[in-house]
């Protein structure tokens, strides 16, 4: 009785993936930096790259410096898991977050 009852349970636990429950970002065809790299940076790195921030050494508040800081950000954001020096501390990007930043690169960096 307790298998099949526990057979029952099992088979309504739904399994999702990272990409299905983190935020899905849509790369558009041209990328800039305010319409859609902006709001990335903001939502996952400000807190730390910011004058106030733990990072404020390194901040990522303007266009100038997240597009001078362009390589490094990819590098560190793109690093596996367990990195001590991957970014965000304490979580990762969406795959798609990702691509948009990294096509903001290949597309010549644009502000707007």
Known sequence: ????????????????????????????????YDSDVKPIIQNNCISCHAVSGAAAYYPLTTYAETKNAINNIIDR??????????????????????DVIKKWKTDGLLEN
């Open 1 to 32: 009785v307790i298998i099949v009852i526990s057979l029952v349970f099992l088979q309504q636990c739904e399994s999702r993936t990272y990409e299905e429950i983190s935020e899905t970002v849509i790369v558009p065809n041209l990328v800039k």
């Open 77 to 98: 954001i793109e690093r596996p898991s367990g990195d001590l020096s991957k970014m965000p501390q304490g979580g990762t990007l969406s795959q798609s977050q990702i």
